[in-house]
């Protein structure tokens, strides 16, 4: 069995890794995403007029919950007490991007959550506008930033 595995023991039998012996430290990460869309559909909801409301006041709360859920939902995540998550919104000439923001202080780091938060954020835009849209694609979601813990700040590279 490969040891250098972290989450598979001697045995190849999946387990959550250990992290009580690790350091609190001060983690961040960014994530974002888009959805692609008619541009009916993009005027719809910057002027608050889907059939369903207000679309990314309902996806922003949606991607809050799933970032406090993320331990629930990803077998290996441990569960986290977030201190923050923010999720933002942009507007482009053929999409909307969902970038979403998670912070606390601890012992593992928070890429999980910020990804799992700004994914359903953009699955949330979808049903929210798909009476408008139902060919909208979810694209391009990915960690952007992370800070703290043992490996420091990464960002990922442009483009």
């Known amino acids: 069995m490969n040891k250098s595995l972290t989450h598979i023991d001697g045995d190849g039998t999946a387990r959550m890794v ?33 059939p369903k409301g207000d679309v990314l006041g309902t996806a922003r709360i949606a ?13 290996m995540c441990h569960p986290l007490a977030l201190d923050a998550v923010d999720i933002d919104f942009a507007f482009e000439p053929d999409a909307v991007r969902a970038t979403a923001t998670a912070s606390l202080t601890g012992k ?16 949330t835009m979808y049903d929210m506008a798909k009476a408008l849209d139902k060919g909208m694609v979810i694209e391009d979601v990915r960690l952007i930033e992370k800070r703290g813990g043992k490996s420091g700040h990464w960002r990922a590279q442009e483009g």
């Open 108 to 123: 593992t780091g928070v890429e999980m959550e910020a990804i799992t938060a700004a994914t359903i954020a953009l699955v």
């Open 18 to 50: 250990d992290v009580g012996a690790k350091t609190e430290t001060q983690r961040l990460a960014v994530a974002s995403g888009r959805i692609r869309m008619s541009a009916d559909a993009i005027a719809a909801i910057r002027a608050g007029d889907a």
């Open 63 to 75: 991607g809050i919950m799933a970032a406090k859920r993320t331990g629930e939902l990803i077998p």
